[in-house]
């Protein structure tokens, strides 16, 4: 795993100058997954009405439309806030999109004060996700919300 420092500068080079949301979003979680390991499924869900709909991602098929409220992407979303689940079979109304994944990490997307999606990353490893890690998870989402939108919460 690059650096903080890296990562932002390497994700900002990326990024910039592309407002495309879809382009962007793939080239993230491509660059993300290669960050992390231990990870079954990393990508995102984008707000439509009361749902997410499943947009760019790195792993296998996934669940395509979630409901805000259901599951750790819907609960993201409803409460406002990071959601670290360190067993995702212990997770009240858990969607098993993928059997094998046991800890999940799921960040809102903000503009401004607008929630738009979230970043959902999965790992088949129990309590995977660190302090360390959620707090370089959330840094680089931030970021890309910032490029992507022009502010972020």
């Not at 800890?103 to 302090?131: H, K």
Request: hydrophobic residues 45%.
């Amino acid at each position: 795993m690059l650096p903080l420092s890296e990562a932002k500068q390497q994700l900002t080079g990326l990024l910039s100058g592309e407002r495309d949301l879809i382009a962007n979003a793939a080239n993230f979680s491509a660059f993300l997954n290669e960050q992390l390991d231990d990870i079954n499924w990393l990508g995102f869900y984008f707000l439509q009405g009361e749902e997410l709909v499943l947009g760019p991602f790195q792993g296998r098929p996934a669940c395509v439309r979630i409901p805000v409220g259901k599951g750790v992407c819907g609960a993201a979303v409803a409460q406002g806030a990071t959601q670290v689940v360190p067993d995702v079979h212990a997770f009240p109304g858990h969607i098993a999109c993928d059997v094998r994944s046991r800890s999940e990490v799921v960040v809102p997307l903000w503009q401004g004060a607008v929630c738009t999606g979230v970043l959902d990353i999965d790992s088949p490893t129990a309590d995977r996700f660190s302090a360390a890690d959620v707090t370089y998870v959330e840094t680089l989402a931030k970021l890309f919300c910032q490029l992507q939108y022009g502010k972020a919460r």
